[in-house]
């Protein structure tokens, strides 16, 4: 089977999912630039703040990465949901940090219908997603392993948490956004107005750019190369889904994705080939980048249009573009999009 995983999501912004499109620097304001970069949670993230306390709040930034990493990862056998994942049924302590998430990851299930489910990270292992080693699971199996998830079969009480046996949770759907946005409540205690926080492609907005304009944030073309349009924004949360992320091919030429349908237990086959969220919330936008790109550009937009409070851009396999009314004058095509149509989604 041939893998492919984009590399580039890692190692450079204008490369992932979210790109920087002209975010600009120092020589646009007295404001002296800091960057930190950070290999943590599985992923590459790139820190940018301005203003003098910036070097030791990134500083500092870093070290509560690592805290969140240690007690949310599912490898590390010191960790709290590696506890959770092995504890044979028992009940689990957990941190406030990990209660909270967990509750949020819980609570997004069951608001999407289960279209977000932490208890499927044994299908994802299955699939080879966490070791790379990357398989077809048998049906059976599937069925097999798809009787071991159900969000609603965890309890979270009396700061514990306790699993049925079999059961494993996986918190990379949330963890990401929860820490961009943690991040950013940090950094706004500490005075810091002016910040971009690139936490593996999810892109997390402290105020605006130091000369007070918004952040342009390129969105991936989901099909190729470099982006097919550029969002204006400012303190808010913008993350990408999509199959291109990682992905195999089997000896058939089928491809696979990483995001799974919890219902099937096989990669989402929702027609959207990307699902970008913009929201104040960085977790919110993690996780329902995730949720509308199973559920689809029907499900999704009936799910916008009853809830609200985050803006959306979907593309279609088919290379349909479609957008709601909160980021119509926002968003613009790249030159070599403009003549695609964009469909604005209204409530």
């Not at 912004?13 to 007295?30: F, I, K, M, Q």
């Not at 819980?106 to 994802?124: E, S």
């Not at 989402?268 to 919330?281: E, M, P, R, V, Y």
């Amino acid at each position: 089977m041939k893998s492919k995983r984009l590399l580039g999501l890692l190692l450079l912004p204008a490369a992932a999912s979210l790109c920087l499109a002209g975010c600009g620097g120092s020589s646009e304001t007295a404001a002296r630039e800091y960057s930190k970069g950070i290999f943590a949670m599985g992923t590459y993230m790139e820190l940018t703040a301005y203003g003098e306390q910036a070097e030791s709040v990134l500083d500092e930034a870093e070290n509560r990465i690592r805290e969140w990493e240690a007690l949310w990862s599912t490898t590390d056998e010191d960790s709290e949901i590696y506890a959770a994942n092995h504890s044979q049924g028992r009940t689990v302590p957990l941190s406030s940090e990990t209660e909270e998430l967990l509750q949020f990851a819980l609570k997004m299930a069951r608001q999407t219908g289960g279209a977000l489910d932490p208890t499927i990270y044994p299908l994802v292992n299955a699939w080879g997603f966490i070791s790379q080693e990357y398989r077809v699971p048998s049906q059976r199996e599937i069925g097999e392993l798809l009787a071991l998830t159900g969000y609603e079969k965890v309890k979270v009480e009396n700061h514990g948490v306790t699993l049925p046996e079999g059961m494993q949770l996986d918190l990379g759907a949330v963890g990401k956004g929860y820490a961009g946005e943690l991040l950013a409540d940090y950094f706004k205690e500490e005075g810091i107005s002016s910040a971009l926080l690139n936490i593996g492609g999810n892109i997390q907005m402290v105020g605006s750019r130091p000369d007070g304009t918004k952040w342009r944030i390129g969105i991936r073309n989901p099909f190729g190369e470099g982006s097919f349009g550029v969002l204006e924004s400012e303190d808010t949360a913008v993350v990408t889904s999509g199959g291109y992320e990682r992905y195999f091919t089997d000896e058939d030429g089928t491809v696979y994705w990483h995001i799974l349908d919890p219902d099937t237990g096989r990669p989402a086959q929702s027609g959207l080939a990307s699902a970008t969220i913009i929201a104040d919330s960085g977790r919110m936008a993690d996780a329902l980048s995730t949720s509308i790109f199973v559920m689809g550009l029907e499900e999704g937009s009936e799910y916008w249009k009853n809830h609200g409070e985050f803006d959306m851009l979907l593309v279609t396999q088919d290379g349909e573009i479609y957008l709601t009314e909160g980021i119509e004058d926002s968003f613009t095509l790249e030159d070599a999009f403009s003549d695609r149509e964009m469909h604005v989604i209204r409530k």
